[in-house]
């Protein structure tokens, strides 16, 4: 009845969603609906990572041989340095909350927008004044302390850093309303009946990122703000020519950007147990371990940071204690990676895009966890400390965990965000080729380390030289990947297949209750939440069956749908009857 | 996750939008809900602010722990009667700034912009204090990082004992951003005086009056641990 009203208060008879509903460039720009919010994030981190990834390909160019190069040293040190920071602080760090919490968020627990819709706007703008921020720091001169700026180094350079570490002091507020934001929105605003138990966990995933972001980041931020007064006053907390102390700069370094990595990792553990319980038909096994678990990597995350420094000179005793304690993250990871396995065990796996990308997350972060563990271990650690073993694992977690879950994410939130379908045996190809890539470029970086190469080396000695190649080789395939994911999406844009309500007959809110593009106020009526996230065997509305009441079930659903293959059509939203 | 909607609860949401009070905004449910979320949010931002300012007293427990005898000598420079002033007239403005919210509650009007008018004349008076401290540091030289340079008698003797600079540097960025959070809460409370005498307040909603009370209250909390570690230890 009020999809009716929606559709006549429209001129035309399209039904009214929150993509042609307020369209002026000031309308967007002003917006306070999370869900355009989210595609601000995503076209300012698209971009980002366009840039920050041709800075990889430039460095991969000039590592491909010893004797080939295509930029100065110097140039050299300001790429991969603004390779580093750009993904890691202006990409990874906002990417899976800011874009698809964002967007996903207040649909999953049923509620008309985030708790604080302005906050969420000032959060955007905050992050874009970080970006011009580093704009300027390119502009006013060289940036070349990579991505950790240690000092002394950092705080004897010039203005770029001040500019730099500004910019990472401004987006560090980003971070902190979205993370302030999204625990008060899953506290006070979900749907009645969405008890904690049913949250789906993806918002778990969410709440444990965002209790670091809120619990981590002010220290960033001070540390940045000390490390700016450290240049412009010399005020010696830092820098051992004046009395201060490098090795506190790192302890505080660390202290955020330890947590950080779970910052990356954590949204992107809730992205996979949504992939791997809907592409599986099955319920997730363990969903109390999984979420739990998300919490205590939360937790664990904050008492390991001295593991960044086994050769700083910090003392022995605290590099053990830091050892041990890095060894007891592989227990929560590891009962994530088992719950997701025994999830597919005996359920209907349903190989589309997201899945596979989920299966490659399966993988590669195994590999960047195991190998994390390796470098966890003292002794390891002293012989692989800064080589290219280490920028294997942390590719392998970041990039390898964060970003393929990020795009496995894309794709399967992407008709809802966008209407449209995305060309599935290009997905299919370009999961492949990233795959493939991935582990090409990445795997000979652990080799490579494991044999003694140095991680920021402009010149490198001949027997490096064949697995530099192989990787450079990888990289371009890696790339290649990507870039057909660019080109289909924007494809899908204009002339993708219309998507139905739910494509993947998944059984969490944003795909049962809300329509196939979403409402402006995302639905229609508030919904009474009587089952958890995963239970498929109670979702009759997703797979046929009577429902009750209002059930959106498409009238269609026979017993035998109930045990359809997944590509059984699920249930057609009320507004496309009357459109 | 449902796919039912319960025609009950969807009435009495319908029912509450139609006259729902003009400071509910559209997504709560209820006014309830949105003084609890913003209260919430709230107390997160305060926790934000303790991480800001506890990596600055982790720098100052490491460098005191390495030479307490430079921080003894650096800290007895400090005028202590002037601080503890500075903390009784802070502890007053944070007892005006809940009176503020205890006279919102009764719909007292005017004693409520009277408060927040008083907070903001201690609020004020911390500043003025804090600038005469800062002012006779800075005639003898005593200056953070670099510049520093001390003269004068009482002083000299400092630029002797390695490590003094580092307290200072320390006191005057823990003291500045301190201020800084001072000037903000300032013009807070200010605008929040500007609102209650504008009569946008009522025991119905204060939420704004309430949220300004707390970072007060965290700003206040901030000083009395910057007291005794900066002036008195």
């Known amino acids: 009845m009020e999809a009716a009203a929606h559709a006549a208060s429209q001129t035309d008879a399209e039904p009214r969603t929150y993509l042609n509903h307020e369209t002026s460039l000031w309308e967007w720009l002003t917006t306070k609906d999370h869900k355009k919010i989210g595609i601000m994030y995503l076209i300012s981190l698209a971009v980002v990572f366009l840039v920050a990834g041709l800075l990889a390909m430039a460095v991969r160019l000039e590592l491909m041989s010893p004797d080939f190069s295509i930029m100065s040293a110097s140039q050299y040190n300001q790429t991969f340095t603004m390779h580093g920071i750009m993904m890691v602080f202006l990409f990874i760090v906002p990417s899976i909350p800011a874009i698809l919490g964002n967007f996903v968020l207040p649909l999953q627990i049923g509620a008309k927008d985030v708790a604080f819709p302005r906050l969420n706007l000032a959060s955007w703008y905050v992050y874009i004044a970080g970006g011009a921020l580093t704009v300027t720091a390119l502009l006013v001169g060289e940036l070349s302390t990579g991505w950790t700026f240690y000092t002394p180094y950092s705080s004897q350079q010039g203005t770029a850093v001040i500019f730099m570490t500004g910019a990472i002091f401004v987006s560090g507020f980003a971070s902190i309303f979205t993370g302030l934001n999204f625990i008060v929105t899953i506290h006070k605003m979900r749907a009645p009946g969405m008890t904690w138990n049913r949250l789906p966990l993806f918002v778990w995933g969410l709440y444990a990122t965002s209790i670091v972001q809120v619990l981590a980041t002010p220290v960033v931020g001070i540390t940045m703000l000390l490390l700016i007064l450290e240049q412009t006053l010399q005020i010696g907390i830092f820098d051992p020519a004046l009395g201060g102390d490098p090795i506190l700069f790192q302890h505080f370094f660390w202290f955020y950007s330890h947590p950080a990595v779970y910052i990356m990792i954590l949204p992107a553990f809730g992205i996979l147990s949504e992939l791997i319980a809907t592409f599986s038909r099955q319920r997730i096994f363990g969903y109390r371990a999984i979420a739990l678990s998300s919490v205590a990597i939360a937790m664990l995350g904050f008492l390991v940071w001295g593991h960044h420094m086994f050769v700083s000179g910090q003392s022995a005793i605290s590099s053990i204690v830091f050892s041990l304690i890095t060894y007891l993250i592989g227990i929560p990871s590891g009962i994530k990676i088992f719950n997701w396995i025994a999830t597919m065990y005996k359920g209907s796996v349903w190989l589309q895009t997201p899945m596979l990308y989920a299966l490659s997350f399966l993988f590669l972060f195994t590999i960047g966890g195991l190998t994390g563990i390796m470098v966890g271990v003292l002794g390891v650690d002293v012989h692989l400390h800064d080589t290219y073993f280490v920028v294997g694992h942390f590719h392998y977690v970041m990039m390898g965990g964060s970003v393929i879950a990020l795009l496995g994410g894309m794709h399967y939130w992407w008709p809802k965000i966008t209407g449209r379908m995305y060309n599935e045996t290009l997905g299919k190809i370009a999961a492949g080729l990233v795959f493939v890539g991935f582990n090409v470029t990445f795997f000979t970086q652990l080799v490579l380390g494991s044999q003694g190469m140095p991680r920021r080396y402009y010149e490198y000695v001949d027997r490096f030289a064949e697995l530099h190649m192989i990787s450079t080789i990888g990289s371009f395939i890696l790339a290649s990947g990507l870039f057909l994911v660019l080109g289909y999406a924007l494809h899908s844009l204009f002339y993708g297949k219309k998507a139905p309500q739910n494509p993947w007959a998944a059984a969490t809110l944003e795909w049962t209750n809300v329509a196939a593009i979403p409402d402006p106020h995302n639905f229609t009526s508030t919904p009474l939440v009587t089952r958890g996230p995963y239970d498929f065997h109670k979702a009759d509305e997703v797979f046929g069956g009577s429902g009750d009441g209002q059930a959106r079930g498409d009238g269609a659903g026979s017993d035998a749908s109930r045990l359809a293959p997944p590509e059984a059509a699920p249930s057609a939203p009320k507004e496309d009857a009357s459109a | ?233």
Not at chain 2, 74 to 103: E, K, M, P, R
Not at chain 2, 165 to 178: D, K, L, N
């Open chain 2, 1 to 233: 996750m449902s796919t039912e909607t319960a025609p009950a609860t969807t009435e009495s949401v319908e029912t509450e939008h139609d006259h729902h009070p003009p400071h509910l905004q559209h997504h709560f449910v209820s006014s309830e809900q949105q003084f609890d979320s913003a209260k919430l949010g709230m107390w997160l931002f305060l926790i934000t602010e303790i991480l800001l300012f506890s990596a600055l007293f982790v720098a100052y427990a490491v460098y005191r722990n390495w030479n307490p005898m430079a921080f003894a000598e650096a800290s007895s420079t400090l005028d202590w009667v002037l601080g503890s002033v500075n903390t009784i007239v802070l502890l007053t403005s944070s007892l005006t700034v809940a009176l503020s919210i205890h006279f919102i509650q009764k719909n007292d009007k005017q004693k409520t912009v009277i408060s927040l008018l008083s907070t903001l004349v201690l609020a004020g008076g911390f500043l003025v204090i804090k600038y005469f401290e800062y002012m006779a540091k800075f005639e003898h030289g005593i200056y953070p990082g670099e510049a520093f340079a001390p003269t004068g008698s009482g002083y000299e003797y400092l630029a002797a004992i390695p490590y003094v600079p580092q307290f200072f540097s320390i006191y005057f960025v823990m003291t500045g951003i301190h201020g800084v959070h001072v000037v903000i809460g300032m013009g807070l409370i200010g605008w929040m005086a500007w609102r209650a005498h504008r009569g946008d307040f009522s025991d119905e909603w204060y939420t704004p009056v309430e949220l300004t009370g707390l970072y007060w209250h965290i700003v206040d909390i901030i000083w009395i641990f910057l007291f005794p570690l900066l002036y008195l230890v």
